[in-house]
């Protein structure tokens, strides 16, 4: 089995877009989950067009996470999220605007806090990749396992994935959307 030497140390260039607006620890965040999905690829010998739309997904879904709610409230309009997930939405619509038509990136960006029962694999590998980069704080040991795993099981740790994070947002009390309980009755 290939073993994924990740460390949180590691840095990946990614070019964001000029319109991004991301602070210092959030380029660093972006980087490791574009990292992270580039590894994948690599290992799992994915498609080069497949691969470029990972890096994209990647490097673009959190391009607008330290825009202001004013913004973020302008791009999507009356959308039925709670602030902190606005920017996946708002960062598709900017990047519609620029002129992005793939509609796995649009879809990947747009529902990566979310989840959407209608992902190809760029969707699915960028909400794993997310929530699995080695520089977040909890459950490291777990999440690193799971992060090796994508490439040899990628449905199997998706579904962990998936469950890990509707288990997080009911501890914690948040809303479960109907996109999230759509996708975990779709994988479970
Ligand atoms: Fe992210």
Known sequence: ??????????????????????????????????????????????????????????????????ASDAELRELVGEAPYEIQMLHGPAAAVRLERAGERRIGVLDAVRYHTIGYVDWDRTGRALYMADFLEPGRGFSKADRGFLAAQVPHDFDGVFRQVVRARLEWSLHEGFSLFPEAVELWNAVR
């Open 1 to 66: 089995m290939t073993t994924l030497a990740i460390d949180k140390t590691s840095r990946f260039a990614v070019e964001l877009p000029e319109w991004a607006q991301v602070n210092e620890k959030r380029r660093g965040h972006i980087a490791r989950v574009t990292a992270l999905l580039v590894q994948w690829a690599d290992v799992m010998h994915v498609r080069d067009d497949e691969r470029v739309a990972w890096i994209d997904a990647g490097r673009f879904h959190d391009a607008l996470k330290d």
